[in-house]
């Protein structure tokens, strides 16, 4: 589902985000670990109601090494860095299930 409902914008994320603000429990399921880069899974958390995805601005600097850089007259996000970790697992241990094979 991860490679489904990454982009905010897509149809597919928004029926989804739907769907589970509707049901009680939310499962997701995904082969990817958290450490490949972080900002995919922002739309994850913020579907199973994690506090660390309220804020998007916050996540993308501190957990994606996000900055703001100007292309023409907009402002564009690089969102494709991972920092500090250790405290996302540590601070997304209740909201996320991690195993290793």
Same mark, same amino acid.
């Given at each position: &589902?991860?490679?489904n409902i990454q982009n905010k914008q897509a149809q597919r994320t928004k029926i989804a985000n739907d769907v589970c603000k509707r049901v009680g429990n939310v499962w997701l399921l995904t082969g990817t670990p958290m450490t490949s880069r972080p900002i995919n899974y922002f739309n994850l958390l913020e579907l199973? +109601?994690?506090p660390v995805a309220y804020n998007? &601005? =916050?996540y993308a600097i501190r957990?994606? #090494? *996000?900055?703001?850089?100007?292309v023409g007259n907009r402002k564009v996000w690089n969102? %494709? *860095? =991972? =920092?500090?970790?250790? #405290?996302?697992? +540590?601070?997304? %241990?209740t909201h996320v299930l991690r195993r290793l094979k």
């Amino acid at each position: &589902m991860n490679t489904n409902i990454q982009n905010k914008q897509a149809q597919r994320t928004k029926i989804a985000n739907d769907v589970c603000k509707r049901v009680g429990n939310v499962w997701l399921l995904t082969g990817t670990p958290m450490t490949s880069r972080p900002i995919n899974y922002f739309n994850l958390l913020e579907l199973v +109601d994690s506090p660390v995805a309220y804020n998007w &601005m =916050a996540y993308a600097i501190r957990y994606c #090494e *996000g900055y703001q850089f100007n292309v023409g007259n907009r402002k564009v996000w690089n969102v %494709k *860095g =991972a =920092a500090n970790l250790l #405290e996302l697992r +540590d601070r997304t %241990k209740t909201h996320v299930l991690r195993r290793l094979k």
